[in-house]
């Protein structure tokens, strides 16, 4: 190595002022054609003194920041220029660096992780023979830190030990067994798997890409040792107790099986690099392989001997002989099951007679456990293992079996495996088809043939609820030929009372043709009449629903189907009906209305009002309304006749809002605009009654409900002259969804220049209790920046300085306030001298709680029309900024712009700070491009 020139010393020199110059130096050094003439020098400089390893940091929020030591970048560099030109001695250099850091960093306890994990970085790159065991060693401490381990295994897979598989060194193959002992280091569970007392000490999703990519090499290269090491691995894996016995719980199959779970990465790393590695090693030495297969198969552990056994069938050839030598009745335990299924299946035809006579011999050897179900398990063992024999050219065993059939039954789907799980989605196939439907109605048999169907229980994927689903879309497909059984509902029982009634309601609520209009007009009266034939009788609402162990309808399910009716009916202005049709409609709401209970206050009141029979049909009432005023407006004169026929209802409802109906109120709520259509008078009168606010549930239910309602400017108008929004606030129960569209109805209102800042809704917000609702005002307002124009624009400003200013007054209390503000940047792309002083106090604040995003974003915009007041906010926003790997690269690109905006200097100010925050690639690019 050359000496340094004087300027280049003074590079040193500048370098040893503080961590941000020790970082603008080895960004410097690392652009430069001279920098391993730096190595020694640097050393000598102190710059890689282990107390220079920064450790980790508490922070105000009590969690830890882990600073970037920037040295790590030129040891890398140094230790790959080392490997690349084969220097050992250069190689050694980095190694006794590394060695000194690690020692005082494990006598101090400081655990930095981006430490660890650059000198794994530089154990990769070096030669291998400056690696030692002593050095290797330290991936165990390393494994075992408390902070972030999970990105180790990626990088030792493409470097160490890719590099000791790769030598043919016997020195480098025990250090690669050492590694591997590390890396699938099994350590205490922490309880949250009862049935798992170890897990791995690595990321088990790293662990397992390790061992997928590098299982053949382990089993062809490293041998015996490494996959002992392996198998001992799977054993402890499998110790607890219960577990040992019955691995298949967690493993259902050896080879690559869709039974197997593709989330339990521990299992299938080290099983499935096991099994690999020792079918890798058995075709490179299948003598030494076959004679450790054979110990295997009476190993202590039940998921040894399984690789074991699946082995042997994988390589019969080589390995039969072991399996004829350790045959016993041990072999045939039910936990191997899989395994010697798929090994007599695949092999038992091919074995000699005397050998067949040997295997029969084994699984009809077994005994009985002493107890009173032992002998039963027994025959259903012998059966499982005889079943992978039939046909395969044994007499004893074909005869055996089926006595064995006939006393137990036949042998079950999936007899390879001790459990099978599937699944699907809604309740299975339907007995009977669309077209055998279609014919039981043409001959009138289909209600006696439904009725009596009665499922078997092997029969799993079929239910008379996927045959009531198969009978309702017989209706929809061919409505007329099913409505014969509208004459008659008592002779059916009420599951395919239900088939038939929600059959028709989907039939009246599809996408009808011309043609099938008239089909649908002339089907109104008989099924409206059937409804009203089941729910009118005391009789319906007097008995108890039958109770089924399955999902299948029953009398419940019938009120709720016929309010879907109503509704249905009531919403398609393109069916036409007639005075009698709704009135008929009415009545069925009423009958349900008058049996139904409604639902009590809830914490979700519009799902439960819409889900409730009570409140289907008071909205079917509603609904009936609405048509009937739409249908008299069309033919002009008004609708007042046709609210006259309704208000006694909704009126003598509205007045049972009085800590009950709770459906009502909420349906009262969500459908204000369209009683505002039909009577606004009447709204208007009984505005208060609508909200009661001394019903206070109540009130709820029905500020829930107005969620729902179009943000029109009358309702406004109308609920702040009651004082709606105000006293709803107020209230600490009205929570959620309720509250955020409540709240978002305001900011509309104050867009629109309904509300003003000093009016009471938006002056009571403005308190320290009511922080919430503030950041939920600005966040809505934020949402539509760049949607807003002219007025509306000019509000939100005014609104956006209010808010700061708020935020401001306390700024501790109400930083979270502030945060949500920054998000406001979304109203300014050419902010001018007023706007910047709202945005520069925010700017601090937005890379808290998910801020920075929007921020950066709004930054970005900015950068084109006013790139001197962006590069302001970027400099406010960079202070403090612990990490940003998320948003890295948006800031790197607005840097890079701001720079070509002739800000280089600041940038590079600016990415200084940021690199000792947040050692992202891309910002440290952008440094080295700026500095080059």
């Not at 110059?21 to 020098?41: M, N, R, T, V, Y």
């Not at 056994?309 to 050839?317: E, L, N």
């Not at 000019?794 to 700024?811: M, N, S, T, Y």
């Not at 900024?881 to 100010?909: C, H, K, P, W």
């Amino acid at each position: 190595m050359a000496s340094l020139t004087s300027n280049q010393l003074s590079v040193i020199g500048f370098m040893k002022e503080s961590d941000q110059h020790a970082a603008h130096g080895f960004g410097l050094i690392l652009k430069s054609p001279f920098c391993l003439d730096f190595l020694d020098p640097l050393v000598d400089a102190g710059m890689f003194d282990p107390s220079m390893n920064p450790a980790p940091q508490l922070q105000e929020n009590g969690g830890y920041w882990v600073p970037y030591w920037p040295a790590l970048d030129y040891l890398i560099q140094v230790a790959k220029l080392s490997g690349e030109a084969g220097d050992v001695r250069l190689g050694n250099k980095v190694m006794e660096l590394l060695r000194a850091i690690a020692s005082v960093s494990a006598t101090s306890g400081i655990e930095n992780y981006h430490t660890n994990h650059a000198f794994a970085q530089v154990m990769g790159a070096v030669p291998t023979t400056c690696v030692s065991l002593a050095d290797v060693d330290l991936v165990q401490d390393w494994l075992r830190a408390d902070w972030n381990n999970s990105i180790l295994l990626p990088t030792l897979n493409s470097g160490l030990f890719e590099h000791l598989l790769s030598s043919n060194e016997e020195e480098d193959k025990e250090k690669a067994v050492r590694l591997l002992r590390h890396c699938t280091e099994l350590v205490p569970n922490d309880g949250k798997e009862s049935t798992r007392p170890y897990k791995p000490i690595a990321d088990d999703y790293w662990l397992e890409e390790l061992l997928k990519k590098r299982r053949d090499e382990i089993g062809s290269k490293l041998g015996e040792v490494a996959v002992a090491l392996l198998l001992e691995r799977v054993a402890e894996l499998f110790g607890e107790e219960f577990l040992a016995s019955n691995t298949y719980l967690h493993r259902a199959a050896i080879e690559d099986h869709q039974q197997n779970h593709d989330w339990d990465h521990a299992t299938n790393a080290l099983v499935d690099a096991s099994r690999d590695s020792l079918s890798a090693w058995i075709s490179a030495e299948s003598d030494s392989a076959t004679r450790y297969v054979r110990a295997a198969l009476f190993s202590e552990s039940q998921i040894v001997r399984r690789i074991a056994i699946h082995t042997v069938r994988q390589h019969w050839s080589v390995a039969s002989t072991v399996f004829f030598e350790s045959l016993s009745p041990a072999l045939f335990e039910i936990g191997h099951l899989h395994e010697m299924y798929l090994l007599l299946d695949q092999h038992f035809q091919q074995m000699t007679a005397d050998q067949k006579e040997l295997v029969l011999d084994a699984i009809l050897g077994l005994t009985a456990d002493d107890d009173e179900d032992g002998e039963l398990r027994l025959q259903h063992q012998q059966r499982n293992w005889l079943h992978a024999t039939q046909g395969k050219g044994s007499p004893r065993a074909d005869e055996r079996y089926k006595v064995l059939v006939d006393a137990l039954g036949p042998m079950r789907d999936h007899a390879e495996l001790i459990s099978y799980s599937t699944s699907w989605v809604g309740f299975g196939s339907s007995p009977f088809s669309q077209e055998e439907l279609l014919a039981f109605s043409e001959d009138k048999t289909l209600i006696k043939r439904v009725d009596d169907y009665v499922p078997s229980k092997s029969e799993r994927q079929v239910s008379r609820k996927s045959l009531m689903d198969a009978v309702s879309d017989a209706i929809v497909a061919q409505p007329n030929s099913f409505e014969w059984m509208l004459a008659d509902p008592e002779r059916m029982s009420r599951r395919l009372q239900y088939a038939v009634s929600n059959g028709y309601t989907k039939f009246f609520g599809s996408q009808a043709t011309a043609g099938e209009i008239d089909t649908i007009r002339r089907l109104v009266p008989p099924v409206t009449q059937w409804f009203l034939d089941i729910l009118e009788p005391a009789q319906f609402w007097q008995e108890e629903a039958e109770v089924s162990g399955d999902f299948e309808p029953d009398k419940n399910w019938l009120p709720p189907v016929a309010a879907t009716f109503v509704k249905t009916l009531a919403e398609a202005d393109r069916i036409p009906l007639s005075g009698e049709d709704t009135e008929s409609l009415r009545r069925i709401c009423r009958v349900i209305m008058a049996n139904c209970v409604g639902v009590e206050s809830v914490d979700d009141p519009m799902t439960a009002a819409i889900n409730n029979p009570r409140g289907m049909a008071f909205e079917g009432i509603l609904q009936t309304l609405l048509r009937d005023c739409r249908d008299a407006d069309k033919v002009g004169g008004g609708h007042i006749e046709q609210w006259l026929r309704s208000r006694p209802t909704v009126e003598a409802e509205l007045a049972g809002c009085t800590d009950a109906n709770f459906e009502v109120s909420t349906l009262l709520g969500c459908m204000v605009a369209q009683m505002i259509y039909v009577d606004e008078e009447w709204v208007r009168t009984n505005i208060r009654a609508i909200f009661p606010l001394e019903h206070r549930r109540n009130f709820v239910s029905t500020v829930a409900g107005l969620a729902f309602a179009p943000t029109h400017p009358t309702v406004y108008e109308i609920l702040k002259a009651a004082d709606v929004p105000r006293q709803a606030l107020q209230l600490d129960d009205l929570k959620e969804s309720a509250r955020e569209r409540l709240v978002e109805r305001i900011a509309i209102a104050y867009l629109r220049g309904e509300e003003l800042l000093d009016d009471a809704a938006l002056a009571d917000i403005f308190s320290n209790e009511r922080l919430a609702d503030i950041e939920e005002l600005v966040v809505t307002i934020a949402r539509w920046g760049s949607e807003l124009k002219d007025a509306h624009l000019g509000r939100a400003k005014v609104f956006a300085e209010h808010a700061i200013k708020f935020g401001l007054e306390h700024p501790g209390a109400r930083s979270s306030l502030l945060n949500a503000s920054s998000k406001l940047i979304s109203l300014s792309s050419i902010p001018d001298a007023h706007e910047m002083g709202w945005l520069l106090a925010v700017a601090p604040y937005a890379h808290r709680r998910y801020g920075a995003s929007d921020f950066l974003e709004g930054i970005g915009r900015i950068v084109d029309t006013r790139p001197a007041e962006a590069m302001q906010l970027v400099e406010v926003f960079a202070v403090g900024y612990q990490s940003m790997n998320d948003y890295a690269g948006t800031m790197a690109s607005i840097l890079e712009r701001l720079s070509r905006e002739g800000f280089r200097l600041q940038v590079i100010d600016v990415l200084i700070r940021l690199i000792q925050s947040s050692p992202s690639e891309k910002l440290r690019k952008l440094y080295s491009d700026l500095v080059d």
